[in-house]
C-alpha cells in the first residue's frame, strides 16, 4: 500500500492479493471458517482519493477501469454507499475515535470484483489508512488492526506489507519474509463468484494439507517443489458453481506454468511464471483465448 499525502488530501494505492495457499481446517461457532493461507500482494491496484469535508457526511464515487463488466450478482454491484467497504472503514474509524468528521472519497476501480483477489478488503484497509492520515488522528497500525478485523477478514493483511502467513479466520497474521519476488498470470472470467455461496458449498479437509512445503520451496527458489505445493481446498467447490473454474485449470495447464489455482473462493484463476518475460508472454497468450481480463503482475511489497 502506498500512500501520498498533501496538506488536504490523501492518495492511497493499495494492492489485490493472490492466495498461493489456502486450506479450510473447519467450521468455527461464530460462523466463520477456521483458515491457514498464504497470501501475497501483487502490483495491480485500486485507487483511493480522500479528502476531509464539512459537508456532513461520508460522500463516496467510484469508477470502475477498465469498465468491463462481469456477470453474477457479487461481480455486478459496486455501490457507492453505506453498503460500500470504504464507506463502512471510513465511519467506523470515526465511530471509535469519537469524532465528527465527513470526507469526499473517489475510488478507482482496478482490481476486479468477486473474483478472490480481495478488492473491497484491500479498499476498506486503505479507506481506514486514508481516514487516519486525513483527519490527523495519528492511529498506529495496532489501533487499526482491531476495526480491521471488524470490517473483513482479509482486511486486517492489508495494513501490513509483503506475503503473510493468515491464520484463524484471516485476522491472526504472521509476516513470510524471503519468498523473494514472484511473476504471475491472473485470468478474472466474466463471471464472478459469491464468496459465502462457495464457502457453503466446500467441505473442509479431513487431512489438511500442510503449509511448510510451499514455504520451504519458496524460501529456497526449488520453483518445481512450489508451482506442485501450490494449493486452494476451495477449488473444487467453486468448480461446482461455474464451469469457467474447470475451462481455466485446462487453459493454464497448456501454459507451460511452473504451477496453477484458483485465487480465494475465486473466480479468479494464477499461474507461477518462471520470469517477468515468460509472465508476458503467457499473458499475451491468454487475451486471444476470450477468458476474460487477463493481468500480468508480481509481487508487491
Request: glycine fraction near 10%.
Amino acid at each position: 500500500m502506498d500512500v501520498q499525502r498533501t496538506p488536504s488530501t490523501v492518495l492511497v494505492r493499495t494492492p489485490a492479493k493472490l492466495n498461493l495457499f489456502l486450506e479450510v481446517l473447519g467450521k468455527r461457532t461464530d460462523g466463520f471458517h477456521e483458515l491457514e493461507t498464504l497470501m501475497t500482494p501483487v502490483n495491480l491496484y485500486d485507487l483511493l482519493w480522500f479528502a476531509p469535508a464539512d459537508t456532513g457526511d461520508i460522500e463516496l464515487t467510484c469508477e470502475r477501469f477498465p469498465s468491463v463488466e462481469r456477470s453474477g450478482e457479487e461481480a455486478s454491484r459496486l455501490p457507492e454507499g453505506s453498503d460500500n467497504l470504504v464507506v463502512r472503514a471510513v465511519r467506523l474509524l470515526a465511530e471509535r475515535a469519537g469524532i465528527w468528521a465527513s470526507a469526499r472519497m473517489k475510488l478507482w476501480k482496478r482490481i476486479p470484483v468477486a473474483a478472490g483477489m480481495a478488492g473491497g478488503s484491500s479498499d476498506a484497509a486503505a479507506a481506514l489508512v486514508a481516514a487516519n492520515a486525513g483527519w490527523r488522528l495519528d492511529w498506529s497500525r495496532e489501533q487499526l488492526l482491531p476495526l480491521a478485523a471488524e470490517l473483513g477478514s482479509d482486511v486486517p493483511f492489508f495494513l501490513g506489507r509483503g506475503p503473510a502467513v493468515c491464520r484463524g479466520r484471516g485476522e491472526r497474521i504472521e509476516p513470510a519474509s524471503g519468498l523473494g519476488i514472484l511473476h504471475f498470470v491472473v485470468v478474472a472470467p466474466p463471471v464472478g463468484l459469491s464468496t459465502a455461496a462457495v464457502f457453503r458449498a466446500c467441505r473442509p479437509a479431513e487431512h489438511p494439507q500442510p503449509l511448510a512445503p510451499l514455504l520451504e520451496a519458496l524460501r529456497t527458489g526449488d520453483a518445481a517443489t512450489a508451482g506442485e505445493r501450490l494449493f486452494n481446498r476451495l477449488e473444487p467447490a467453486a468448480a461446482e458453481l461455474t464451469p469457467w473454474i474447470e475451462r481455466l485449470r485446462r487453459e493454464f495447464a497448456d501454459g507451460e506454468f511452473v504451477g496453477h489455482r484458483m485465487s480465494g473462493s475465486g473466480s479468479s484463476y494464477f499461474g507461477l511464471c518462471r520470469n517477468l518475460g515468460h509472465a508476458q508472454r503467457a499473458a499475451s497468450r491468454l487475451r486471444g483465448r476470450g477468458v476474460g481480463q487477463v493481468y500480468a503482475v508480481r509481487t508487491a511489497c
